[in-house]
């Protein structure tokens, strides 16, 4: 996949990513977390429509994070110190969309590059808080 920035300074600018997604059970709220150097030659994060303005996380963590949802409450919950941690380790970025987790790594991978992707993206959910067994409230029923 590439991400293509247009115009400015230095013209168009194409970055390449290797990307993975992963169908949820359920939806929940669009949320995102990456590492700023995979989005920084873009000029925008990937961020979900109507989230507002992306929080950078802690001033002095490296590599340089951002974060944003459109449930701030969900991303408090989800968006734990560990999960951020993996993010960063696994030098990669996702986001939630729908029914789907969508993770994405720098340049052209091989395969089992994109596996090892999916695999900490699947971890990653594995740390989201279990939903109650009555009716959750971030997920979309409808």
Known sequence: MAGVRKGGRYGTAVNMYSVAVLTLPAALPDTSVSVGKL??????DP???????PIYLPSGRR???????????FAEAAVTDKVVRM???????WRLHGHHMIGWIGE???????VRLAET???ILGEF???PTHVHPWVNMG
Request: proline share 16%; aromatic share 4%.
């Open 39 to 44: 989005v920084y030659r873009l000029r925008a």
């Open 47 to 53: 961020l979900p429509p109507d989230a507002g303005k």
């Open 63 to 73: 590599p340089r994070m951002s974060q944003c949802s459109v449930d701030p409450a």
């Open 87 to 93: 993010t960063a380790e696994a030098k990669a970025g």
């Open 108 to 114: 052209r991978r091989p395969y089992e590059e994109i």
């Open 121 to 123: 993206m699947t971890a």
């Open 129 to 131: 808080p279990a939903p």
